[in-house]
């Protein structure tokens, strides 16, 4: 079983900055897909950003375009979310997920989950 294992979460004023990290315990780390999914509170989870295999390919959700960069590193088996110019809607517990394919992630399918962290925005 692939261990997802995530970092950076907190607390942040509006405005700020924070970097999320997700570390795969698999030396096939560079064969997934990986991504960022958010359940904020009273709503549904979704995918806040997605990365293919290579990096060559990203996926943002709307309401995260221009603020927020996911990246790889795929020697390191670590995956990031660089989140800039946060804001209180930005307030969620935040999921890091891997499956095969970007596309595979926004349909939801899901092989491997992170433990989620928690981030909070304040005004």
């Known amino acids: 079983q692939v261990q997802l294992v995530e970092s950076g979460g907190g607390l942040v004023q509006a405005g700020g900055s924070l970097r999320l990290s997700c570390a795969a315990s698999t030396r096939t780390f560079a064969n997934f897909a990986m991504g960022w999914f958010r359940r904020a509170p009273g709503k549904e989870r979704d995918l806040v950003a997605a990365?293919?295999?290579?990096?060559?390919?990203?996926f943002y959700t709307d309401s995260v375009k221009g603020r927020f960069t996911i990246s790889r590193d795929n020697a390191k088996n670590t995956m990031f979310l660089q989140m800039n110019s946060l804001t209180p809607e930005d307030t969620a517990v935040y999921y890091c997920?891997?499956?095969?394919?970007?596309?595979?992630?926004?349909?939801?399918?899901?092989?491997?989950w992170g433990q989620g962290t928690q981030v909070t925005v304040s005004s």
């Open positions: 997920a891997a499956d095969a394919t970007i596309a595979h992630l926004r349909g939801g399918e899901v092989d491997f």
């Open positions: 990365i293919s295999w290579s990096g060559g390919n990203t």
